[in-house]
C-alpha cells in the first residue's frame, strides 16, 4: 500500500490530503525566515513565497513564475554563512556543479533543473516543484517505520535512477543518497533531489571527502566513491526507513535487529548492501534491484526458454537458407558445364561434316578424273589429296567459321 506523500499516513485519504503541499496552500512554504519577511521576487520573475526546506548547503524556498503563468517552482539559496572564505568557494563550486550535473539529466525520478544563476552576491539554482515530501521528514512526522514491501518498492525505483546515472555517459555517482533527499511525490513516484556533491565519476582523480555519517560508506571518507558507494548507502536508507533508526556510521546494519517484522531475506539483502568492503556488495544497482525483487529475476529466467527457441529457429533459417544457396550456386555451375560440353561437341560434330564434305568432294574429283583418264593411281591421289584437306581444315578452323 502507498503511504500518503504529504503526511505519511499509509492509509491513502479519499480524495486529496488535507495536509495537501498546493503551492499555495502549503504550510511548510508559508514559513518565514528573515529573507523572506519581505516580498522578494528574483530575475525579475521568480517570486518567493516561503520557505519548504533547509539542507546544509541551503535553504529551499517556495516560488511562483511570474514569467509563465505562476507555475510553482523551487528555488535554492546556497547558504552564504561560511566561516572561511575558503569553504564558502568550495560550496560555490558545489553549487554550481549541482546545477550543471542536473543540466545533462533527464529521467522522471530526477528534479529537473530550470535556472541558474547569481544575484546581490547570491546564487540560487531554480527546479521543478516536487508535489510531495522528503522520506526522512515523513517518517518523522509518522513516527513509525515504512511496510516492508513499500520499501522495496521506493528502494527498486531508485535502483532504477542509480542504474540510468551509473550507465550515464559519464557515469555519474550520486554520493548522497539518504531519506533527506528522496522525495515522495503525490503520484508515488520517488525524486531524488540535491545533486550538490554528485559527480561524474573520474577514478584519476581526487574524489569528494564529503560525507553523510551513516549513509556514507568507507570509501567515500578517503574520496575513491564508486557505484558501488550509492549502493551502500541505498541499503542504510533501507535500513533507516524499516526501523526508524538512523544507521550506525562504518557499520554493516541488520534491521530485522531493530524491527522483528522485517523479513531475513530482505534483511541479508540491506545486510550485503552495506557490507564494508565494496567487493562484498552487490557490484550495481541492477544487481541489488534482482536482489530485491527475486520474482522479477524468475520472470526474466523463465524467459530464457522462449528467447532461446527464437535463438535456435533463427540459426536454423540461416543454415537452410547458406545450404539452398549452395545447392542453386552447384546447380548453376553444372548448367554451364553441361553447355560447354554441348558447345565442345557441336564443334567436333562441325569439323566432322567439314571433313567429310572434303572428302566426298576428292572422290568425285577422283571420279571426275578416273572417267577421263581411267588411271587406278589416280583414285590413290585423291584420296591422300583429301584427308590432307581434311586434317588442315579441322586444325586452321575447328568452328568451321570460313565456310
Ligand atoms: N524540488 C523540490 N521540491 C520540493 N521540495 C524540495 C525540492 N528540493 C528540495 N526540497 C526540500 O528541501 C530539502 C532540502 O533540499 P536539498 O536540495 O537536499 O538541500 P541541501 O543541499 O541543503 O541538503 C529537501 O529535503 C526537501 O524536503
Ligand atoms: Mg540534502
Same mark, same amino acid.
Given at each position: 500500500?502507498?503511504?500518503?506523500?504529504?503526511?505519511?499516513?499509509?492509509?491513502?485519504?479519499?480524495?486529496?490530503?488535507?495536509?495537501?503541499?498546493?503551492?499555495?496552500?502549503?504550510?511548510?512554504?508559508?514559513?518565514?525566515?528573515?529573507?523572506?519577511?519581505?516580498?522578494?521576487?528574483?530575475?525579475?520573475?521568480?517570486?518567493?513565497?516561503?520557505?519548504?526546506?533547509?539542507?546544509?548547503?541551503?535553504?529551499?524556498?517556495?516560488?511562483?513564475?511570474?514569467?509563465? $503563468?505562476?507555475? /510553482?517552482?523551487?528555488?535554492?539559496?546556497?547558504?552564504?554563512?561560511?566561516?572561511?572564505?575558503?569553504?564558502?568557494?568550495?560550496?560555490?563550486?558545489?553549487?554550481?556543479?549541482?546545477? !550543471?550535473?542536473?543540466?545533462?539529466?533527464?529521467?522522471?525520478?530526477?528534479?529537473?533543473?530550470?535556472?541558474?544563476?547569481?544575484?546581490?552576491?547570491?546564487?540560487?539554482?531554480?527546479?521543478?516543484?516536487?508535489?510531495?515530501?522528503?522520506?526522512?521528514?515523513?517518517?518523522?512526522?509518522?513516527?513509525?517505520?515504512?511496510?516492508?514491501?513499500?520499501?522495496?518498492?521506493?528502494?527498486?525505483?531508485?535502483?532504477?535512477?542509480?542504474?540510468?546515472? !551509473?550507465?550515464?555517459?559519464?557515469?555519474?555517482?550520486?554520493?548522497?543518497?539518504?531519506?533527506?533527499?528522496?522525495?515522495?511525490?503525490?503520484?508515488?513516484?520517488?525524486?531524488?533531489?540535491?545533486?550538490?556533491?554528485?559527480? $561524474?565519476?573520474?577514478?584519476?582523480?581526487?574524489?569528494?571527502?564529503?560525507?553523510?555519517?551513516?549513509?556514507?560508506?568507507?570509501?567515500?571518507?578517503?574520496?575513491?566513491?564508486?557505484?558501488?558507494?550509492?549502493?551502500?548507502?541505498?541499503?542504510?536508507?533501507?535500513?533507516?526507513?524499516?526501523?526508524?533508526?538512523?544507521?550506525? /556510521?562504518?557499520?554493516?546494519?541488520?534491521?530485522?535487529?531493530?524491527?522483528?517484522?522485517?523479513?531475513?531475506? +530482505?534483511?541479508?539483502?540491506?545486510?550485503?548492501?552495506?557490507?564494508?568492503?565494496?567487493?562484498?556488495?552487490?557490484?550495481?544497482?541492477?544487481?541489488?534491484? $534482482?536482489?530485491?525483487?527475486?520474482?522479477?529475476?524468475?520472470?526474466?529466467?523463465?524467459?530464457?526458454?522462449?528467447?532461446?527457441?527464437?535463438?535456435?529457429? +533463427?540459426?536454423?533459417?540461416?543454415?537452410?537458407?547458406?545450404? $539452398?544457396?549452395?545447392?542453386?550456386?552447384?546447380?548453376?555451375?553444372?548448367?554451364?558445364?553441361?553447355?560447354?560440353?554441348?558447345?565442345?561437341?557441336?564443334?567436333?560434330?562441325?569439323?566432322?561434316?567439314?571433313?567429310?564434305?572434303?572428302?566426298?568432294?576428292?572422290?568425285?574429283?577422283?571420279?571426275?578424273?578416273?572417267?577421263?583418264?581411267?588411271?587406278?593411281?589416280?583414285?590413290?591421289?585423291?584420296? !591422300?589429296?583429301?584427308?590432307?584437306?581434311?586434317?588442315?581444315?579441322?586444325?586452321?578452323?575447328?568452328?568451321?567459321?570460313?565456310?
Amino acid at each position: 500500500m502507498t503511504a500518503c506523500p504529504s503526511c505519511g499516513d499509509p492509509t491513502p485519504h479519499n480524495g486529496p490530503c488535507p495536509n495537501s503541499l498546493n503551492a499555495e496552500l502549503n504550510p511548510l512554504a508559508r514559513e518565514q525566515d528573515s529573507w523572506t519577511a519581505k516580498s522578494h521576487i528574483l530575475q525579475g520573475r521568480y517570486e518567493i513565497i516561503g520557505r519548504l526546506g533547509q539542507g546544509g548547503m541551503g535553504t529551499v524556498y517556495m516560488a511562483r513564475d511570474q514569467r509563465l $503563468a505562476n507555475r /510553482a517552482c523551487v528555488v535554492k539559496k546556497l547558504r552564504d554563512d561560511f566561516f572561511r572564505l575558503e569553504d564558502q568557494k568550495k560550496a560555490e563550486e558545489m553549487f554550481e556543479r549541482e546545477a !550543471h550535473v542536473l543540466s545533462q539529466l533527464d529521467h522522471a525520478n530526477i528534479v529537473h533543473v530550470l535556472d541558474y544563476f547569481e544575484e546581490d552576491n547570491g546564487f540560487f539554482l531554480v527546479m521543478e516543484y516536487v508535489e510531495g515530501r522528503d522520506l526522512a521528514s515523513i517518517l518523522q512526522q509518522r513516527g513509525n517505520p515504512f511496510e516492508e514491501s513499500q520499501v522495496v518498492d521506493w528502494a527498486c525505483q531508485i535502483c532504477d535512477v542509480l542504474e540510468y546515472l !551509473h550507465e550515464h555517459d559519464p557515469p555519474v555517482i550520486y554520493r548522497d543518497l539518504k531519506p533527506s533527499n528522496i522525495m515522495f511525490d503525490v503520484k508515488g513516484r520517488v525524486k531524488l533531489v540535491d545533486f550538490g556533491i554528485a559527480r $561524474a565519476f573520474d577514478p584519476g582523480s581526487e574524489g569528494t571527502h564529503v560525507v553523510s555519517a551513516g549513509y556514507s560508506p568507507p570509501e567515500q571518507y578517503w574520496g575513491e566513491a564508486d557505484t558501488r558507494s550509492d549502493v551502500y548507502s541505498l541499503g542504510a536508507t533501507c535500513y533507516y526507513l524499516l526501523t526508524g533508526v538512523q544507521p550506525e /556510521a562504518l557499520h554493516s546494519v541488520s534491521a530485522k535487529l531493530m524491527n522483528p517484522q522485517v523479513s531475513l531475506a +530482505l534483511d541479508q539483502v540491506v545486510l550485503k548492501a552495506t557490507a564494508q568492503n565494496p567487493l562484498d556488495r552487490y557490484q550495481s544497482a541492477r544487481e541489488l534491484k $534482482a536482489a530485491l525483487r527475486p520474482e522479477t529475476k524468475t520472470k526474466a529466467k523463465s524467459k530464457g526458454p522462449i528467447e532461446a527457441a527464437i535463438l535456435i529457429g +533463427l540459426v536454423l533459417v540461416t543454415c537452410l537458407a547458406f545450404f $539452398a544457396y549452395m545447392r542453386f550456386e552447384e546447380l548453376l555451375r553444372k548448367q554451364s558445364e553441361d553447355e560447354q560440353v554441348k558447345d565442345a561437341l557441336n564443334s567436333k560434330l562441325k569439323s566432322f561434316s567439314r571433313a567429310q564434305e572434303a572428302e566426298q568432294k576428292a572422290i568425285d574429283g577422283w571420279r571426275l578424273e578416273s572417267k577421263q583418264y581411267g588411271s587406278a593411281g589416280s583414285e590413290k591421289k585423291y584420296q !591422300h589429296q583429301a584427308a590432307e584437306e581434311t586434317a588442315e581444315s579441322a586444325l586452321t578452323d575447328p568452328d568451321g567459321l570460313a565456310h
